[in-house]
Every structure is written in C-alpha cells, then in structure tokens.
C-alpha cells in the first residue's frame, strides 16, 4: 500500500458508501475506525493489512472524520485478532480464504503462464495478487505468497532445463560441468575470458577473440539449443551466469548449473562470432586510414623539396 495520497484519491478511494456504513453500523471507538480502514484497505488492495503503519496517514485521519472517532484512537485496535472483523470483509465482498488447494494450482498457473514471460518477481507477485482478486480469493499470508513464488519459479526452472539438457546429451552436459568443477583451472580461464568484451581494436584483440571463439567451439554445443525459447528468457540466464564464479555455480542444482553455462556459452559463441566481424572491419580500416596517412606524409614531403 503506498503511503502517499493526493486529497482527491484519498477521497475516491476511502469514502465509506452506504453499504460500508451498514457493515460499521454497530461499531464504536477504535473498532468502528480500524474496521472501516480495513474495510477499504482491502477493497484497495484485495489483503489485509498485516501492521497499523500499513495504514496511509492520510486515510487514517479522513475515514476517522467521516467515522467520528479520533484517529489517535486507532493505536488501540487490536488488528491481529480481528479474525471476525476478516471474515465479515470477506463475506460481504464475495471472497472466500485461500486453500492448500489454491496455493497448488496458482503456483502451477504462475509456473506455465507467468514465469515464461515475466521475469521480475515484483510483477509475478503483482501478477499473483491480481489473479486472486479475479478469483476472488484473499491471498495467502505474505509469507504463504512467498513460498508459492520461489514453488513456481522452481517448477518453471525446471521446466525450462529439461528440453536444454536432453539436447546437450550427456556428452554436452559432461564438457559443460566440468568448466566448474574444483581445480580447473583451464575451465575457470574460459568462463572468465567469457565475460571480457573484445577491448580495443587490434591484432591483439582479434587474436583474443579468435581463441576464445575456438575454445568455446570445442564445446561442442548443439546448434538451435535455445531455439524455441524467447531472447528475453535466455538474456535473463545469461545474465545471471555471467555475475557467478565457478564457486557459485557449484552451489546450484545439477539442472539449473548445466542450463545457466549452456546460455552462458551458447549467447557468447554468438555475441563473440559478430564481434570478430566487427573487430575484422574496423581493423581493415584502421589500416587503411594508417596507409592513407602515410601516402599522404611522402607525397607532402615531396612537395617540400626544392631543386637546387
């Protein structure tokens, strides 16, 4: 819930109507106030508060004007153990609490129509919240959403590893894992080498390019791996291979370490072949402005001579 409220949205949003005046009709003092705060705040947000200070300020003060109940009086409200007051909400808005059942199938939901397109955990918990409200479900406690998130990002890692290691084979799998085994030294090279860009244009440069292109080829990896995949989905992994050591790949499952190498290697082979294009071109004319200027020094040194 966001704390800052223009006059005109706190107006809009936190106006008790009639049918909210009948449910607070038979309240008084800090009850009448923090049940009427909670009535819009889940109408806001389809949750329920879990602290007072979740209350905006400024709707805690115009609610305790429409109320007439001081809004200082709303440090008494005994939020926790307004289990009744919850159920009242639930009721005459037309939601029901959330199952074990629920939990199941919205993490299931989240792992296959979510997950594969939205990346950001801020957006797939928005994505969560909004399907409850459409389900008219109230969500699971905060911690309850949590798990459901890591359950259904977990699903759809797994999900998505699977086709990747069946085509790697265990051959490709095998070269892949041993890059980070402990005392490779040779792999740890390539994964950093990996992570360089090209640098400056030269022969050097190109050398560099041209060796870590070779070594990686040696992979072997299987054209189309990530075919059918977005390019938004396999910059995401590689992304997040490319900030780890060799270390931190080893502290992850089995499915997830093979993937997370696999775009690693696989986007690098890519990115580097067109940087050697590029690393190719503007090598050629970094040579011929040198040749130019050089034809150019002899000829003005020629027109400096003098017979005799």
Known sequence: ???????????????LMDGDWDLVADKSGPTRLGFGLMLKFFEIEAQFPEFIEEFPQPAVEYVAGLVTVPAAELAKYDLAGAKRHRKQIREALGFRPSTVADEERLTEWL?????????????QREAL????RVERIEPPGRTRVETVLVAARNRWERAFCTPTIERLGDV?????????????????????SLKRDPGAVGLDSLLTEITKLNDVRKLELPEGLF???????????????????PSDFRDTAEDVRITLLAALCSSRQA????????????????INARAERRVEKQLTAELKKVRG
């Not at 296959?112 to 950001?120: D, F, G, I, Q, S």
């Not at 075919?227 to 050591?245: G, L, Q």
């Open 227 to 245: 075919a059918d995949c977005s390019e938004k989905m396999v910059a995401a992994w590689r992304a997040r291979a490319i900030k780890m050591y």
């Open 172 to 192: 490709g799998t095998a070269r892949l894992l041993a890059l980070v085994t402990e005392d490779n030294e040779d792999g740890a090279a390539l994964l950093a």
């Open 271 to 286: 990115e580097i072949t067109d940087a050697l294009v590029e690393l190719l071109v503007a090598l050629v004319h970094k």
């Open 1 to 15: 819930m966001r704390q800052e409220w223009s006059p005109e949205d706190v107006v809009a949003c936190w106006t």
């Open 129 to 132: 919240l909004v399907q409850c």
């Open 111 to 123: 792992s296959t129509e979510v997950c594969p397109v939205e990346l950001v955990e801020d957006r």
